[in-house]
């Protein structure tokens, strides 16, 4: 579902679901800084990222693993389902677990709680194709 040759002229769209409105407007208010501009829509549950979903057609869903209604795991894989190449960063502030289970369901990567504001910027622009990857060997040397 990312956005295909013939409409890279649009911005990208990133869809940010969490049910703390303060980490979601954080994460908005970080992306704002982002090389390349972004619109930035918001839900607050796995049942209205899935209608935000088809509504607005996001390049990227930023989710957040623990939330009411509809959890970000159960909406991972329904999102999996729907939209297979829609990549998707998981927000997480849970044991390594959920992060685990979220990568084994198709998760892009996830963002640990406290959030590294820098690091949201990069890792979005890394699931969107705009960044550059970085290869580190194991002792450090690029």
């Known amino acids: 579902m990312p956005s295909s040759g013939s409409d890279r002229?649009?911005?990208?769209r990133v869809l940010i679901v969490d049910d703390e409105p303060i980490i979601a407007e954080l994460i908005s208010d970080c992306l704002a800084s982002s090389p390349e501009?972004?619109?930035?829509?918001?839900a607050g549950n796995?049942?209205?990222?899935l209608?935000?979903?088809?509504?607005?057609?996001?390049?990227?869903?930023?989710?957040?693993i623990n939330m009411p209604v509809m959890d970000g795991l159960e909406t991972l894989k329904r999102l999996?389902?729907?939209?297979?190449?829609?990549?998707?960063?998981?927000?997480?502030?849970?044991?390594?677990?959920?992060?685990?289970?979220a990568?084994?369901?198709?998760?892009?990567?996830?963002?640990?709680?406290?959030?590294?504001?820098?690091?949201i910027v990069h890792l979005?622009?890394?699931?969107?194709?705009?960044?550059?990857?970085?290869?580190?060997?194991a002792d450090g040397r690029p």
Do not use: C, N, W
């Not at 999996?80 to 289970?101: E, F, K, N, W, Y």
């Open 37 to 42: 501009p972004l619109d930035v829509v918001k």
């Open 51 to 64: 209608e935000a979903v088809e509504r607005t057609r996001p390049d990227l869903v930023l989710l957040d």
């Open 103 to 119: 990568l084994a369901a198709g998760a892009f990567g996830y963002l640990p709680k406290p959030m590294d504001l820098r690091y």
């Open 80 to 101: 999996r389902v729907l939209h297979p190449r829609l990549p998707v960063l998981m927000i997480t502030g849970s044991d390594g677990a959920s992060v685990a289970a």
């Open 124 to 137: 979005v622009g890394l699931a969107l194709g705009t960044q550059p990857a970085h290869v580190v060997a």
């Open 9 to 12: 002229s649009r911005r990208r």
């Open 46 to 49: 796995g049942r209205a990222a």
